[in-house]
């Protein structure tokens, strides 16, 4: 009797210690962290949806104001360029029903990687 009293209260001990942890509040950093990584990917999925769309004038706005609010540079700009131009290319496949000539998805998504590159370099040292 006196063992499963032990064993009992060591278990609701272990069950009370974890619901605990599980309940206790994300430290503010890690919150301020993905608050900044939503709203980045909202941003950018815009930003995707404009250029996978070839809408330009909206397109090269979107993306001038990303690259200057959030600094891009270096590996960072050329990493974001990367991704915004594969996802904008699978989001034109996805659109086109069946798949394209690969040599002109490939020509297109050059293309683009090409003008954010440019509107980038732009967007970060403007000439007066």
Not at 85 to 97: I, T
Request: one cysteine or more; aromatic letters at 8%.
């Amino acid at each position: 009797m006196r063992i499963h009293f032990i064993l009992l209260t060591f278990v609701l001990f272990l069950v009370t210690d974890v619901s605990m942890a599980i309940e206790a509040p994300m430290p503010e950093r890690l919150v301020a962290d993905l608050d900044k990584s939503k709203a980045a990917a909202t941003g950018l999925s815009e930003i995707v949806d404009l250029c996978a769309k070839e809408q330009e004038e909206k397109f090269q706005k979107k993306w001038r104001t990303y690259v200057t609010q959030n600094g891009l540079k270096g590996a960072e700009l050329e990493d974001t360029i990367d991704w915004v131009s594969s996802e904008a290319a699978l989001q034109r496949e996805s659109h086109k029903g069946t798949n394209g000539d690969k040599k002109a998805d490939e020509a297109w998504k050059a293309k683009r990687k090409k003008l954010m590159a440019e509107l980038a370099r732009k967007a970060m040292n403007p000439v007066y």
